[in-house]
């Protein structure tokens, strides 16, 4: 790195140094007269404030700077402080860094923040680790109270519970989720709104040839199909007049504000959220909203009947709780809600845009889709099926080129790029390293997916032909410690042939029927959230394909 852009370093490291000590200068002297609240106050808000500008700042910064993996350098360990200031300096680079550390330091990374602001850690992405924290020893290794404190807006649902607890709560779902009535209808929701919304919308703008944010549109479509997944409610998000999408949007505030919390001392981002100002602000907003949609359209589905008959038979994710008196506190009904919201969207929405952005940019692994699909095309042309193929999915069950362009996907791009765990006793790691009670682990699924050792010299190439065997026809078996994407263990996602059975659609219809052009000049990168979504959208360009 050149001698300006080290200063830049240390300026950023000093910098995020006065955000650090933030929140110790602010616990120094408790308020006990009228005199002295109001002077704790102010001093509080100085000492807040200032800092918080700064590190805004340095997240404003980071949208306008590119990624750039050489300018990932080891954090310095400053007296006191630790690593955090480095960490923070280096945020606005934060995958490509975290790629570059684990990289460099054998796929395991110890580092430590401020003593007693409970940020020492441990980062991995090593498969024997894996393995061990996810499966070996996995009682040892929840996702912890500092974990459900982040995502409080999904309190007491099952992405943020442990122990007996989430075990009963999984069984619960997981059944009916695995049921093949349970994929029938998602698919069938899904083969809908691709049929009636996606392509007619898709044709318009390729017939006046008008650029559009893909990110956008696969947002709206996967809202609309979790929603009827989960409430039989169609809140019709993806239509020509693009209406507001102020819930969905509120699930990405959800995340972005969630990723901000991981990278600050708890005392930090809770002392801002006691204020109600700067980013947490924006986040008791998308609570707010998130709470108000799943009351709206919880009603909504009552008006259109849903709850006047047999819950059995609507089958939605509402049905299973809406009559269960453990779920009788709306609270818990709500946050169980956003999280299944959560689980559905934000994972397949989050994939599409980068499944669309790599196929744009490799058109031989779109012929041999092409190819796969074809047979299946030309038969539905012949029955007089109109110039228009959308397929089953019974019919894309089999193809396999087409789940390996989505396993290969995954693995460059996994919507939930960072894992996060706690440490109950203190262990010894496969690898050699010590982590201690109370530490946090933090597994890079982002770098995982990157790393020369595991997936070879073409590592950062976008090559689907790794998923196969080699006869071509069967998809290899490669251990979910390697390819973590769905997760591992218990906790594996239980939606997983659910997903890709919508995928399998929404790519064939896409890819079969029109032709993928990227809007040139733009830049694509992940912006800074719990989710791997781009940060400036993907503007692109379709030309319908001739039957
Ligand atoms: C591209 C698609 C998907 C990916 C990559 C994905 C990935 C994941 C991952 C990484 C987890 C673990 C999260 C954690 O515990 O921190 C998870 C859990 C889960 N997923 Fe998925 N998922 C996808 C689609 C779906 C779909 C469509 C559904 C619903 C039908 C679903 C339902 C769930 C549920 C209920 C859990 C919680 C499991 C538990 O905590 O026991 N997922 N998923």
């Known amino acids: 790195m050149d001698s300006e852009g080290t200063t830049c370093l240390y300026i950023n490291e000093a910098i995020a140094m006065s955000i650090a000590f933030a929140p110790y200068i602010q616990v120094s002297s ?172 898709l044709a318009r703008m390729a017939s006046t040839s008008t650029s559009f944010d893909m990110q956008e549109v696969m947002a709206r479509l996967m809202f609309d199909i979790t929603a009827m997944t989960v409430f039989s409610v169609d809140p019709g998000f993806l239509s020509l007049d693009m209406p507001l999408i102020d819930a969905s949007l509120a699930m990405d505030t959800v995340m972005e504000v969630g990723f901000l919390r991981h990278t600050m001392p708890a005392s930090l981002w809770k002392t801002l959220r006691w204020l109600n100002i700067g980013p947490e602000r924006r986040l008791h907003e998308a609570n707010r909203v998130l709470r108000r949609f799943v009351v709206d359209t919880m009603e909504r589905r009552k008006t259109n009947g849903g709850q006047d008959e047999d819950e059995e038979v609507v089958g939605d994710i509402l049905s299973l709780y809406i009559n269960d008196p453990d779920y009788a506190d709306d609270d818990l009904l709500c946050g169980t809600l956003i999280s299944f919201m959560l689980a559905g969207r934000d994972t397949i929405g989050t994939t599409l845009p980068w499944i669309f952005y790599s196929l744009a940019q490799n058109p031989n692994v779109v012929s041999i889709i092409r190819n796969e699909l074809s047979p299946i095309a030309s038969h539905k042309v012949a029955r007089g099926m109109g110039a228009t193929v959308i397929f089953e999915p019974e019919e894309t069950k089999s193809l396999v080129y087409l789940r390996a362009t989505l396993y290969e996907t995954l693995r460059l791009y996994p919507p939930a790029h960072m894992e996060r765990k706690t440490v109950v006793t203190d262990d010894t790691m496969p690898s050699g390293h010590e982590v201690y009670a109370g530490d946090a682990i933090y597994i890079s699924l982002y770098s995982m997916g990157r790393m020369e050792s595991l997936w070879g010299k073409d590592c950062l190439d976008f090559n689907p032909n790794r998923w196969l065997l080699e006869d071509g026809n069967k998809i290899k078996y490669v251990p979910s410690n390697k390819f973590l994407a769905f997760n591992s263990g218990p906790r594996m996602c239980p939606g997983k042939e659910i997903a890709v059975v919508q995928m399998k659609t929404i790519i064939a219809a896409v890819v079969w029927n029109f032709d993928l052009e990227l809007v040139e000049s733009q830049s694509i990168q992940p912006k800074l959230s719990c989710l791997l979504q781009m940060k400036n959208g993907l503007m692109m360009k379709l030309k319908k394909r001739e039957a």
């Open 30 to 201: 408790p308020p006990h007269t009228a005199l002295a609240i109001i002077m704790s106050l102010i001093s509080t808000a100085l000492v807040l404030l200032v800092p918080l500008g700064l590190y805004l700042y340095m997240w404003s910064c980071t949208h306008s700077r590119s990624n750039d993996p050489a300018a990932a350098v080891p954090p310095t360990k400053w007296p006191i402080l630790g690593m955090l200031p480095g960490l923070v300096a280096n945020i606005y680079n934060f995958h490509e860094y975290s790629y570059a550390l684990l990289a460099g330091s054998g796929l395991n990374f110890n580092g430590d923040g401020p003593p007693g602001a409970g940020m020492r850690f441990f980062i991995t992405c090593d498969p024997a680790n894996i393995q061990h924290i996810f499966t070996t020893n996995y009682s040892n290794f929840p996702k912890g109270a500092e974990f459900a404190a982040i995502f409080d807006v999904m309190a007491g649902g099952f992405f943020t519970i442990d122990g007996e607890l989430w075990r009963l709560r999984r069984m619960k779902f997981v059944g009916v989720i695995r049921s093949p009535r349970f994929a029938d209808r998602v698919a069938a929701h899904c083969h809908d709104k691709v049929k009636n919304h996606l392509l007619p919308l």
